[in-house]
């Protein structure tokens, strides 16, 4: 019940209005990349972010458009997760009466199925290839437009909300008979060659900005203790089946 009071849209004053946070995504001892963004429940509704090129330490400034949100699905799914496991547990009379020892492990591991995948879907973000990255939706959330040499990707990752911006550089010709495009990755690194739009392109730096969200510390530390008390139980219940299987009388 903790962690769902913690995914459970906010409300801000009567209105039914959802609260906006606001988190200031940066690393120290750079300031390549700054970022702020309003986190809106499980939507990034607004981004502004700041990247100083290295190469002529020119400054991009881009920002969502007004009319564009961005849904981060990993804390929509962790939520319908931590639902599900709730009803398995409330969808029954409140007289109900188990029969069996069995019975009581068939629920308890269903839920600790509920509890884990919603703990995995906080705990290991998606990997994906770079064309995946560069034909995402997410490029076109942007004003002014991200230019061709920009990437960038968000994602969750454990109680983080992290933002990686890729700068690339055109491949020339002479230089593509050494091409191996990268596969799927979290974070992919500098060397990075990939193939988008007929088109080469190697990274040439990567900046990984993030923040806390205390609701999701606060989410995966109830999922922790949620699934050890499921595990206890368990554990309870096998010791009384094994001493009622095995009575001498």
Known sequence: QEASHRFALPTSGSGGALKQENFVLSTSGTDQVKGVMTLQGDALCQADVNLKMPRNNQLLHFAFREDKQWKLQQIQDARNHVNQAIYLLMNRDASYQFKTGLEVL???????????????????????????????????MFTPVLPPDILVNFCINLNKLCLTVYQLHVMQPSTTKNFKPAGGSVLHNPGAMFEFGSQRYEVSHVHKVECVVPWLNDALVFFTVSLQLCQQLKDKISVFSSYWNYRPY
């Open 106 to 140: 068939k629920l308890m591991d269903a839920v600790m199925l509920q509890l884990s995948r919603a703990r995995n879907r906080l705990t290991t973000p998606a990997t994906l290839t770079l064309p995946e990255i560069a034909s995402s939706g997410l490029t076109k």
